[in-house]
């Protein structure tokens, strides 16, 4: 399911042009457009969930993959050794902007 106003679905469905780092059936990958740290990246599930308080049963697979993602591409990165933040904002009071489900990626401090 695609969310008309949307803005992730948009760069989903390339509605939006954006590099992906990374994209397979579930996900794609994309550096944010306003970094909070040296490496921000942003791990999209395709399916337009709005927020982790949305999630059910149903999503325990996109769940799991979200973090051997993060993994993967913090190691792609250069990053992994060094380290980094996974960030799940949830809804206005905890600075979700866009209501499209995503984990931030954040590292690449010295
Ligand atoms: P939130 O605060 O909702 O957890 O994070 C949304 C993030 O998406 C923000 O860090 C913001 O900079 C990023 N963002 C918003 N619009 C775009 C866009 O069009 N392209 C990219 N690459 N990042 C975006
Ligand atoms: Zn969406």
């Keep these: ?9 948009k760069i989903v469905n390339r509605e939006i ?3 992906f780092i990374f994209e397979d059936d ?7 457009i306003k970094p909070h ?4 990246i942003l791990i999209v599930p395709r399916r337009h ?5 949305d999630i059910t049963q149903d999503d ?10 993060a993994k993967k591409i913090a190691e792609q990165e250069g ?5 980094y933040k996974l960030l799940f904002n949830v809804e206005k009071g905890g600075d979700q ?4 489900l995503h984990l931030h990626l954040l590292g690449g401090w010295k």
């Design 37 to 40: 740290a040296p490496v921000h």
């Design 60 to 69: 325990k697979d996109i769940m799991s993959k979200f973090f051997f993602l």
């Design 79 to 83: 990053i992994a050794r060094s380290g």
């Design 17 to 19: 042009p954006t590099e």
């Design 97 to 100: 902007f866009v209501f499209h």
């Design 1 to 9: 399911m695609s969310d008309n106003d949307c803005i992730f679905c």
């Design 49 to 53: 969930i709005r927020s982790i308080n």
């Design 26 to 32: 579930d996900f794609v990958v994309f550096r944010d």
